[in-house]
Structures are given as structure tokens and as C-alpha cells.
């Protein structure tokens, strides 16, 4: 192959050989590298362009390599069409492949290590090639800076740091760091695969069990009993099966690559330039106040990343060459804008900090004012004029905003305790006469907070969030994080003074109950008045609920009815107890007289209680009747359950 001009990459290479390098490159080429795509799963795509005046390009890799480039390499011309893709077969180089095999033990780690020659054949013709491909690469990791400003916002400035151990020099390349990390996986296309198919044998006929002989004598009782019960079924006929195809087989473990990758990667068009972009802007700037220190600012905003986000992923593009030297790390700036900010307190206790159960955490909060996600990393925080504490930033999306511990505060102290209940009764269900009503098992966690500082706290508490429940009411500003498992709620404290905060949780439970139950009453009532009720429900149960007012009426004088009876049975069960206690006693006759006429008095009020209870039973029988044939006669109703 004949270029017009030897590339840097190729003189490193010489050198690299002449001085004995320990380290080969991943990928090496005389095609210099134009581009570089740094990912946060392992891998980077690489972009190698120049003219090529011949018959063939050639690059030079490590054997675990071969799979990755062979999956992912896009071969373009730029100014022609006189090479298709379709056009050009790879061809695999072995330099040893007539090599006998080496018996030493450490052979194979050997030949792994090695380099193998991928050949991508051209027409001989002149070709201004662009070729990209994927392959293991340092994630890049960022490093943020927080200036917490007096006026409620801040300078929020984020870093990329870039490792090069590509094993050459990234001279003058652009580069793009993305903040995500797309699918991708290791392919092993450069290893051959030869299937395992299944074995067939011929081994003969052969019986392998010896037959019973049969007699027709007579046999003893236990032969006897043996032959009365039914044979043994025959065991399944045995299936051949493919190597490796039994499903209890383990898999084969993944082969070792060169250097550690993350299970995801990134298997898209790596360098493409879809997508919308947004320069990344920084705020109004304020002259600082004197001695403020605090981080500095980049002179000119072209200086900084062009924020792409496309399909969901964040993507920094530097605006100016970068080069990065092999076996060294690069530090570029991303962005620096001002956003919505401020130093708070919050209570959030932590297991790995003991002191936390009592006291909150001084945190710095801001609001993620870019168009981009802000990746997981550390952040220093900046307060009147000094470093005062560094946190880690978890993945922060586009509006989001972020609560950064940083300190722990020991003036304020929190205590907190719960309690649990059950209340409320809501309509939640009529179905043929049933009544089903909706409650809430109530949990009120209360925090108390003692401010002991000089000076008001306002404070955010981090409440645990109970499964399945519902914040009933919470304080303004409030922010219920679902999928994070907590809420946090707001309090103000002043100086020298105590606060109390009171988290409502609610989760609602149906249970049937009787028509004629407070509960049914409470129910009902509220959902008459309920402007969003049905309105032919609403039409039937007003209908109803006279009689239902008429049974519960009657029903409970029955009761009381039958409450007197009762204590009418025990009276004269004592008066008779009395008189047989005096029965033989001639001188208690007067006595005698009094109790049996008391007796008497009681049969006469019992015949006539036991008149009134059976007429008010046919009388609650009739309602009752009429009753369960209105109740049935209502529509369906299922409400939903109770919103947040």
C-alpha cells in the first residue's frame, strides 16, 4: 500500500518497535485518527481517515480485539463511489499460522497477545477513506464544581476526564465524551465456531437384561402376591442429544478480553451527528463581591462542549482539537452555566454515618439548568468564598434538581416517632346488594426539630415512603419521589427554636360492611353530597334511605325490647329462687304474697313486650323485604380508589 505521507501514528509505531515497547496498540494503522467517541461501558469508537493510492489497508491488532473490529467497522469514501462496502472482503492475516502449536502452558496467553493483520482489499484505485470502528476503551468520567451563590442560584461548572491506553498518541483529534452507555457486547467473529453435532454409535445388538424364566407349577404365597400386582411401567426410551444440549449443561464461561468491559456497551452508529444541539451557555455574569473566591471562568463560551442529545442520550462534543498523549489522561471543560441553587439542610439518616440519625446533613441543591443528563461523579462545593465540602452527584437528568451532602450540621437535633390508625369510610363499591366501603390505615410519622443555631434552618426531611400509600396533605413544596422510595418535605426552623413537621401517609383498604353499620351511613351520606356522584345512584339510594331510617328505627326499640325481657327472665328467675327459699317458712307469708305478686307483674309486662316484639318483627320483616329488592335494583358502582 503506498500512501502520500507517513503518518505520526507510524513513526510512533517505528519507534515503539525500534526502542521494544511492552505494550502493543489495541488498534494500529498508517490511517491516522481523525475522531474519538468516548463512551461510559468500555468501548470508544475510533474514526481513521486519509487518501489511500492502493490495493489494500492493513491494521494491526491484538487477537481479542479482532471480533469488536470485525463487528463494528464502517468502511466510507468521501468524494466518490467507486468503493462499496459490499466490495470489500476482509481477509485475516495469521503471521504464525504454520507455526507448530507451543506445549508450554502459557502458549495460549502468548498467541492472544500477538498481533494479527486484518486486510480490507480496494480496486487499486485512488480512495479518500473514512473508517470507523469500536474497541475497548477507559471510561471517561466527569468532575464537578458547585459555587453556591447568596441570591439563590449558582455556578455549576462539569469537567471530562479522558484516559488514553490505546497504546498511541491522539494527536489533534476531535473528541465527543457521551453520557450514557449504549448496548454493546463482546463479539468473538474472528474465532472460528465449528457447532457440536450429535454422535451416533453402533454398538450392536445386545440384551442387557436377563429375561424371567416362567413356570407353570405352583408357587409360594410371596411369589404369589408378586405376581398379583401390577408390572412396573418401562422407564422412557432414551433420547440421543447433541453435545451440550442437556439443560442442566453449564454455560461456557466468557472468554478473558485484554481489559475489563461493563456488560453494556454501545453498538449504534457511534459518530454520527444526528440529533438537536444546544451550546451550553452560562448565565448573566455579577462582578464578586471582595475576596470571593470561587472557581474561574472560561473567557470565551466557544471554548465549550456542544451539548447533542439524541435518542435519549447526552452527548459533549469539544469544539477544538484536542490531543491526548498514549498512557495519559486529558481533563476537558463541558460546561459552566448558572443555575437555581442554594445550601439547605437535610435530614436523611444513613447507616455509615451514626451521627446522622440525629442531625441533618448540609447539602448544596441546584436544578440541572442544562439540556443534557449530568453524569454520576464528585462535586465540589464552594460557599462564601471557600471550599466547604465535597459530595458525589448521582445521574442527574435535564431539570432535575440535585441534594448533595457535603457536611454534617450538629446544631440542630431531629427526633421522630410514628403511629398508626384507621380511619375514614368511603362509598367503594354496590354490587347485587352488597356494600363494600373504603378505609385508610393511617401511619403519622412527626419529626421534631431543634434548631440550636443563631441563625433560622430551612430544612428538607428525607421520609422513608411506605409501600402502596399515599401522602394525605403534605406541607407545600413537598417533592414525593416515587421511584426513589422517599419524600422529601420541607421545614422551617427559626433561631434558638423548635419545629415540627407531621408526615400523613395513607393507604386505602376496602372491606364489606352492613347497610345498617355507622359506617354505611357515613359512606353513603358523603357520597350524596359528592357533585361527581352518579346521578341514577344517587337517585336510588335517596329513595332508600327513609326505609332504611324505618328498619334501623324498629330494629333498635326491638332491641330495646328484648333487653327488657331479658332482665324481666333474670327478675323472675330470682323471685322464684326467692319463694322456694321460704317455701317451708310460715311466718313469711306476707313476703310470700309481695313476690308472688311481682311475678305476676312481670308475666303481664313480659305477654305484652313479647306482643310488641313479635309485631315489630313482621313489621321489620316487610321493610327488610322491600329493602333487599331496592338495594338489588341499584346499578353497578365501583369507584375507583382513592387518589393521592
Not at 159 to 168: A, C, D, K, R, Y
Not at 419 to 428: F, H, K, N, T
Not at 461 to 468: D, I, L, T
Request: include cysteine; hydrophobic fraction near 40%.
Amino acid at each position: 500500500m503506498r500512501t502520500r505521507s507517513l503518518s505520526a501514528l507510524g513513526v510512533a509505531a517505528l519507534a515503539c518497535l525500534v526502542a521494544g515497547c511492552a505494550r502493543s496498540p489495541v488498534v494500529q494503522s498508517e490511517l491516522p485518527i481523525r475522531r474519538v467517541v468516548v463512551y461510559r461501558n468500555g468501548v470508544a469508537y475510533f474514526e481513521r481517515s486519509g487518501h489511500v493510492e492502493g490495493d489494500e489497508v492493513r491494521f494491526k491488532m491484538k487477537q481479542a480485539e479482532v471480533g469488536d473490529f470485525l463487528a463494528t467497522l464502517a468502511v466510507m469514501e468521501q468524494g466518490g463511489s467507486s468503493v462499496r462496502a459490499a466490495a470489500f472482503p476482509l481477509d485475516m492475516d495469521r503471521d504464525n499460522a504454520g507455526a507448530r502449536p507451543d506445549p508450554d502452558k502459557d502458549s495460549k496467553s502468548r498467541r492472544d497477545k500477538a498481533l494479527r493483520t486484518v486486510v480490507l482489499s480496494l480496486d487499486g484505485r485512488a480512495h479518500d477513506l473514512q473508517i470507523g470502528y469500536v474497541a475497548a476503551a477507559p471510561v471517561w468520567r466527569p468532575s464537578y464544581r458547585v459555587v453556591v451563590l447568596p441570591d439563590g442560584q449558582a455556578d455549576l461548572q462539569a469537567w471530562g476526564i479522558v484516559e488514553n491506553l490505546s497504546g498511541e498518541a491522539w494527536t489533534g483529534v476531535k473528541l465527543s465524551l457521551v453520557a450514557g452507555a449504549p448496548l454493546a457486547f463482546e463479539s468473538q467473529l474472528g474465532t472460528p465456531v465449528i457447532p457440536d453435532r450429535p454422535i451416533v454409535t453402533d454398538q450392536g445388538e445386545v440384551i442387557a437384561a436377563m429375561p424371567k424364566a416362567e413356570t407353570s407349577v405352583e408357587q409360594d404365597r410371596e411369589e404369589q402376591k408378586n405376581a398379583e400386582m401390577p408390572p412396573p411401567a418401562p422407564p422412557p426410551p432414551a433420547v440421543a442429544l447433541p453435545t451440550g444440549a442437556a439443560a442442566s449443561a453449564p454455560a461456557a464461561p466468557p472468554s478473558k478480553v485484554a481489559r475489563d468491559r461493563t456488560s453494556a456497551g454501545g453498538g449504534g452508529a457511534p459518530g454520527g451527528h444526528a440529533g438537536t444541539r444546544a451550546r451550553a451557555e452560562a448565565g448573566p455574569s455579577t462582578p464578586p463581591a471582595e475576596g470571593w473566591a470561587r472557581p474561574s471562568q472560561p473567557r470565551s463560551l466557544q471554548s465549550l462542549a456542544a451539548i447533542a442529545v439524541q435518542t435519549g442520550t447526552t452527548r459533549y462534543d469539544i469544539p477544538s482539537a484536542i490531543t491526548v498523549p498514549d498512557d495519559h489522561a486529558t481533563m476537558v471543560m463541558l460546561l459552566a452555566k448558572r443555575v437555581r441553587g442554594e445550601s439547605i439542610f437535610l435530614f436523611a439518616p444513613d447507616p455509615g454515618v451514626t451521627d446522622s440519625m440525629t442531625h441533618p446533613f448540609h447539602v448544596a441543591r441546584f436544578t440541572n439548568g442544562t439540556e443534557g443528563v449530568l453524569e454520576r461523579g464528585p462535586i465540589a462545593v464552594f460557599e462564601q468564598g471557600s471550599f466547604v465540602g465535597e459530595g458525589l452527584l448521582d445521574p442527574l437528568p435535564a431539570g432535575g434538581t440535585a441534594t448533595v451532602p457535603f457536611a454534617l450540621e450538629r446544631s440542630i437535633g431531629v427526633q421522630s416517632h410514628a403511629e398508626g390508625d384507621v380511619q375514614g369510610a368511603r362509598l367503594a363499591k354496590i354490587e347485587n346488594g352488597g356494600l363494600w366501603v373504603e378505609r385508610d390505615s393511617v401511619q403519622k410519622t412527626t419529626y421534631v426539630v431543634e434548631n440550636g443555631g443563631s441563625s433560622p434552618a430551612r430544612l428538607l426531611v428525607k421520609h422513608p415512603r411506605s409501600n402502596g400509600t399515599r401522602l394525605f396533605h403534605p406541607p407545600a413544596g413537598t417533592e414525593d419521589n416515587v421511584g426513589a422510595g422517599s419524600a422529601l418535605v420541607p421545614l422551617s426552623v427559626a433561631a434558638h427554636d423548635q419545629g415540627k413537621l407531621v408526615v400523613d401517609e395513607r393507604a386505602a383498604h376496602r372491606e364489606w360492611t352492613d347497610w345498617f353499620g355507622p359506617m354505611a351511613e357515613t359512606a353513603v351520606q358523603a357520597y350524596l353530597k359528592d357533585p361527581k356522584a352518579r346521578p341514577e345512584v344517587v337517585q336510588a339510594l335517596t329513595a332508600l334511605w327513609p326505609l332504611r331510617a324505618q328498619i334501623v328505627a324498629k330494629s333498635d326499640e326491638r332491641a330495646k325490647i328484648q333487653t327488657e325481657l331479658n332482665q324481666l327472665a333474670s327478675e323472675a328467675q330470682e323471685k322464684r329462687a326467692d319463694l322456694r327459699a321460704i317455701e317451708k317458712n310460715k311466718a313469711a307469708d306476707a313476703l310470700r304474697r309481695t313476690l308472688t305478686a311481682r311475678l305476676a307483674a312481670i308475666a303481664a309486662r313480659q305477654d305484652v313486650l313479647t306482643a310488641q316484639s313479635i309485631q315489630l318483627g313482621q313489621d321489620l320483616s316487610e321493610l327488610q323485604i322491600r329493602w333487599r329488592d331496592g338495594v338489588r335494583a341499584i346499578p353497578l358502582l365501583d369507584l375507583p380508589p382513592a387518589g393521592p
